[in-house]
């Protein structure tokens, strides 16, 4: 259990690396309240590739760029590099999103 302990801490360490980084509603890290936004905004239906289709057109709209999405049914690990804090993993309704900027 202390191991989980440590482990836990470092991540809260790594999470905020940058200074515009915060754990969101869902428990997560986010990086851009605006992306944050359009993500929860473009979430609606069962449709995984249709959620993730929505994100990445209201990111790339909203914010401009390229953006890369990921949508699961389960939580899921991820380490990505991305551009000037553009980057955040939500959950809504059971769908857990990934967005970012590469």
């Known amino acids: 259990m202390r191991s989980l302990i440590v482990l836990a801490a470092l991540a809260v360490t ?3 690396a ?3 980084c915060y754990i969101n509603d869902s ?3 986010c ?3 605006e992306l944050e936004a359009s993500m929860k905004g473009a979430m609606g239906g069962g449709d995984l ?3 993730a289709d929505s994100i990445q057109k209201g ?5 401009g760029g390229k953006f890369e999405t990921v949508v ?3 939580d899921f690990a991820y380490k990505s590099h991305f ?4 980057s955040c993993k939500i959950e809504k309704n059971g769908q857990y999103a990934l967005a970012w900027q590469p």
């Open 72 to 74: 699961a049914l389960d």
């Open 18 to 20: 940058q200074d515009n």
């Open 59 to 63: 990111a790339e709209g909203s914010l």
């Open 83 to 86: 551009k000037e804090g553009k």
């Open 27 to 29: 428990g997560f890290t």
């Open 49 to 51: 590739l249709g959620s």
């Open 14 to 16: 790594v999470c905020f």
């Open 31 to 33: 990086c851009n309240k």
